[in-house]
């Protein structure tokens, strides 16, 4: 099956800096999502971003399908960003069914 | 945006009885949902497909028997732990996928924390 990879999974930073979080992935997509997991476990929708690049405030993220692979840019980082990351992927033949990687856990310090 | 309810948030049953959790799509209509689990520090691992008037379709190694699953309407799936035991306790959470012109994306619910003693 299709194999979906987040690097790095565990990231520390200091209030304000900036992070880059990678997603691989193994075959064609039709869908690829980005979630923000929170402390209390709602899953919160980043981007729906099969192809290109998207931006909304401080976060943003491209995907180059052709290599099979997402970015997920933090900027100006704050602690309320802290929480798991995760990307998901759609398989062309999957209908729909999402295969969720491995996460980023963010940790945000004041 | 798109908001996925589900009730409840959190149970705690003893073991063998049945534990029924709702998954609702508030502002939009949702011919397929999804059910998932998660434990402890590890990611989502989708249990099964929730087809609209249809069965769902259950992934590899999940129990039909004992994960049911219903999708009566274009709102509602509900996901029923039957004769539940503590290896059950799990958050479970939904998703209803939002399609549209150029996006199909699943929105999830808040999750339902199960205990089982």
Known sequence: ?110 | GAVVSQHPSRVICKSGTSVKIECRSLDFQATTMFWYRQFPKQSLMLMATSNEGSKATYEQGVEKDKFLINHASLTLSTLTVTSAHPEDSSFYICSASDRGPGTDTQYFGPGTRLTVL
């Open chain 1, 1 to 110: 099956g299709i194999q979906v990879e987040q690097s790095p999974p565990d990231l520390i930073l200091q209030e304000g800096a900036n992070s880059t979080l990678r997603c691989n992935f193994s075959d064609s997509v039709n869908n690829l999502q980005w979630f923000h997991q929170n402390p209390w476990g709602q899953l919160i929708n980043l981007f729906y971003i099969p192809s290109g690049t998207k931006q909304n405030g401080r976060l943003s993220a491209t995907t180059v399908a052709t290599e099979r692979y997402s970015l997920l840019y933090i900027s100006s980082s704050q602690t309320t960003d802290s929480g798991v990351y995760f990307c998901a992927v759609e398989l062309k033949t999957s209908g729909s069914r999402l295969t969720f990687g491995e996460g980023t856990q963010l940790t945000v310090n004041p």
